[in-house]
């Protein structure tokens, strides 16, 4: 009798917890139905569409079919690296998004941290609302505004010479010289005071406790940042840091195509603007789409590279 009792008992675990499942679904129901809304979404714009990296590999023309186009292999692939202008599109991808990476990652960092320390509410909201309204213009407007200030009868043409630090004005979109700092600054300019909320939201999740015991032990103001503050957001900073490096071959293709004339050519291609120009304008579809292969699968190589290496120093990655 134990036997079967026991026998009976393990056929009905099953039997429960599917029970238990699915009156936990019906629960739920308004939850998971957006989160099918989501999945869906997600399956239709991100999924379904990667059938079409295949063309990367034929020779695609609009007017056939992708299952039409010939198979050319890795023709395109090769092609990319023998263009004469691969060398310019790299340097000033890389050199870009180094120094926007180096400059810009740690501002929004530094930026949280001396904010977190204002006393006064309101001071505090009035300088995150400012530093973080940029954010909801587009590129097509701030590249407008910038035309305007950078132009030679402009407002920095005009400091720059009422400080008598320059004798003419200087065109700054027409020299490329000017362009990476143009396209550093103004990136940072936009997005400084956004990318500081998930900062200080982490910075307000910290328990009080761990500043009055800092207190008690006499640590002052910056002492409390360098060993309470940044120790206790060093996860969010890790996670925010591997994301960035794996965007590292992004290079901000709306600021970039707005800002971009012939003049600066030569410091402005980059390589989805690169991409752009020959996919869409020239028409070479397959083409463009090898490249953007190319730059997907070194993006994930970095991703990869990234989560190792903050997973060994200090325990923390995505995956």
Do not use: C
């Amino acid at each position: 009798m134990s036997s079967n009792a026991s026998v009976q008992m393990a056929d009905s675990l099953p039997q429960t917890k599917r029970k238990r499942l699915w009156r936990n679904l019906y629960n739920q129901r308004y939850l998971q139905v957006m989160v099918l809304l989501g999945i869906a979404w997600m399956v239709i714009f991100n999924y379904i569409p990667m059938y079409g990296i295949i063309i990367a590999f034929k020779e695609f023309n609009i007017i056939k079919s992708i299952s039409d186009a010939p198979w050319v292999g890795l023709e395109h692939f090769q092609a990319f690296f023998q263009d004469r202008n691969l060398g310019y599109v790299i340097k000033n991808t890389l050199g870009m998004s180094f120094f926007k990476l180096a400059i810009g990652f740690p501002l929004p960092i530094l930026f949280a941290l001396f904010l977190n320390e204002v006393r006064s509410i309101r001071f505090k909201r009035t300088i995150q609302t400012i530093s973080y309204l940029p954010h909801f213009l587009s590129w097509v407007i701030l590249g407008g505004i910038l035309t305007t200030w950078l132009a030679d009868v402009g407002i920095i043409n005009d400091l720059l010479m009422g400080l008598r630090l320059i004798k003419e004005p200087i065109v700054f979109l027409a020299e490329p010289n000017y362009f990476w700092g143009i396209a550093i600054t103004s990136d940072i300019w936009k997005e400084l005071g956004w990318s500081a909320i998930i900062y200080l939201a982490a910075i307000s999740g910290i328990s009080p406790e761990m500043y009055e015991a800092a207190t008690i032990d006499g640590a002052g103001r910056f002492q409390k940042m360098f060993y309470v503050t940044l120790p206790s957001i060093k996860g969010t900073i890790s996670i925010l840091f591997i994301l960035a490096v794996s965007g590292v071959l992004n290079s901000n293709f709306d600021q970039i195509l707005v800002l971009k004339n012939q003049l600066n050519e030569p410091a402005s291609s980059v390589i989805d603007v690169y991409i752009y120009q020959v996919g869409l304008q020239q028409g070479r579809y397959s083409y463009s789409t090898a490249v953007g292969l190319i730059k997907s699968i070194i993006a994930l190589l970095l991703l990869l590279i990234a989560n190792s290496v903050s997973k060994r120093l200090n325990n923390t990655s995505l995956f």
